[in-house]
C-alpha cells in the first residue's frame, strides 16, 4: 500500500524507499486510465512542457517504480518495447479508481494506438479534457456503445474518439456509427487500411446530416489530429 507522499512496500516484504512525486502520480493514474503504456511512449507521458524526459531518465522511473512493485513492466512481443502495466499498489498510489486489469496481449496493439491517439492530441489540443474508455464506461449505463475516449473542449461538447483495427461485421459497425452519430457531435475514427470501406459503407448509410459528424484518420497517420 502506498500514499501520495510515502514509500511502498513491495511484494517481497522490504521496504522501498521510495517517495511519489507529483509526476509519478499524474504518470501512473494516465496508465490506470489507458489500461497500459508501452515503454517508448513513457517519455511523452513524463514530459515536462512540451520536453521529453531522456531515456535515462525513463529508465530511472521505471526502476524506482519496479522497485516499490507498482508496476509490472513485461517484454511481449519480440523487436518490439516491453510494456508497463500497475499492480494494486501501483493503482492504490495513484488513487485506485479502477479494477486491477490483467493484460489481454492480444489488444495491446489496440491499446498502443488509443495511446497514440492521446499523446498527439494532448500535443495539439493542450486545453482539451481527454476521457478515457474507463472512465466512460464507469458513468455511463449499461447497453450503449462505449468509444474508446471522448474529448471535452474548453468551450463544451464531446467528440467521440474510435480505433478500430480489426473488421467488424456490416450489421455491427452500421449499428456503432448510427448510435455514435445520435449522441454525439463529432466522431474521430482512426482505421487500419483493412477496416477503412467496412466504416466509410456504414457511415454512408446515414443521413446526410449525420455523415458529416464524422471525421476519418488512417491509424497510421495520427499526425493528422487537427
Not at 33 to 45: G, S, T
Not at 142 to 158: K, M, S, T, Y
Amino acid at each position: 500500500m502506498a500514499s501520495n507522499n510515502g514509500a511502498a512496500a513491495p511484494r517481497n516484504g522490504k521496504q522501498a524507499s521510495v517517495l511519489l512525486t507529483a509526476r509519478d502520480v499524474s504518470a501512473l493514474k494516465w496508465i490506470a486510465e489507458q489500461f497500459a503504456v508501452r515503454v517508448d511512449q513513457l517519455p511523452k507521458i513524463l514530459a515536462e512542457g512540451d520536453a521529453e524526459v531522456s531515456r535515462r531518465t525513463c529508465r530511472g522511473v521505471l526502476e524506482r517504480w519496479t522497485s516499490a512493485d507498482f508496476v509490472i513492466r513485461q517484454k511481449v512481443f519480440a523487436g518490439d518495447p516491453a510494456w508497463v502495466w500497475l499492480t494494486r499498489h501501483g493503482s492504490n498510489a495513484c488513487g485506485g479508481s479502477f479494477k486491477l486489469w490483467v493484460p489481454k496481449f492480444g489488444n495491446l496493439s489496440h491499446v498502443f494506438w488509443v495511446n497514440e491517439v492521446r499523446l498527439r492530441t494532448a500535443l495539439k489540443h493542450p486545453d482539451v479534457l481527454w476521457v478515457s474508455e474507463r472512465t466512460i464506461r464507469k458513468e455511463q449505463a449499461r447497453g450503449l456503445h462505449v468509444p474508446d475516449a471522448e474529448l471535452i473542449p474548453p468551450d463544451g461538447g464531446r467528440v467521440a474518439v474510435e480505433v478500430e483495427l480489426t473488421q467488424k461485421s456490416a450489421a455491427r459497425t452500421l449499428a456503432i456509427v448510427g448510435e455514435l452519430a445520435s449522441r454525439y457531435s463529432t466522431i474521430w475514427f482512426f482505421t487500419a487500411d483493412r477496416v477503412d470501406r467496412t466504416v466509410f459503407r456504414a457511415i454512408n448509410e446515414l443521413s446526410v446530416a449525420d455523415q458529416e459528424k464524422f471525421r476519418i484518420y488512417p491509424i497510421e497517420t495520427v499526425e493528422a489530429v487537427r
